[in-house]
């Protein structure tokens, strides 16, 4: 059975980094793509970005984001990454890791924010971005 957890969330001053990890044991690699979700306080859920969990190879990226943060993924290690860098307080939210076997569902999902489609999707970590 897959199972998906995010961490690696915590309070960081404006300007600094934080990386955060999917580990998703027993995802089936090269089959998957790994979505990343984000929820603010007060907002509804909107997509990040995404890599192909099978070559690493980063698919999307939410215009907010691009130039910031960074997907990629560890095959080895099952696990996938979300390098976040120059943080900004519009960034505070819980972020979320989703694996879909279809590139055109997960794209879908992270353009609407709805989670509930993904194949595979797990409890989120608080990231706090403070000014």
């Known amino acids: 059975e897959v199972q998906l957890q995010a961490s690696g969330g915590g309070l960081v001053q404006a300007g600094g980094s934080l990386r955060l990890s999917c580990a998703a044991s027993g995802l089936p690699w090269d089959d998957y793509a790994i979505g990343w979700f984000r929820q603010a306080p007060g907002k509804g859920r909107e997509g990040a970005g995404c890599?192909?969990?099978?070559?690493?190879?980063?698919?999307y990226y939410d215009d907010s984001v691009k130039g910031r943060f960074t997907v990629s993924t560890d095959k080895a290690r099952s696990t996938a990454y979300l390098q976040m860098n120059s943080l900004k307080p519009e960034d505070t939210a819980v972020y979320y890791c989703?694996?879909?076997?279809?590139?055109?569902?997960?794209?879908?999902?992270?353009?609407?924010?709805?989670?509930?489609?993904?194949?595979?999707w797990g409890k989120g970590t608080l990231v706090t971005v403070s000014s």
């Open positions: 989703t694996a879909d076997g279809s590139i055109a569902t997960i794209l879908k999902a992270l353009a609407s924010g709805t989670i509930d489609g993904m194949d595979y």
């Open positions: 890599v192909s969990s099978g070559d690493g190879t980063a698919i």
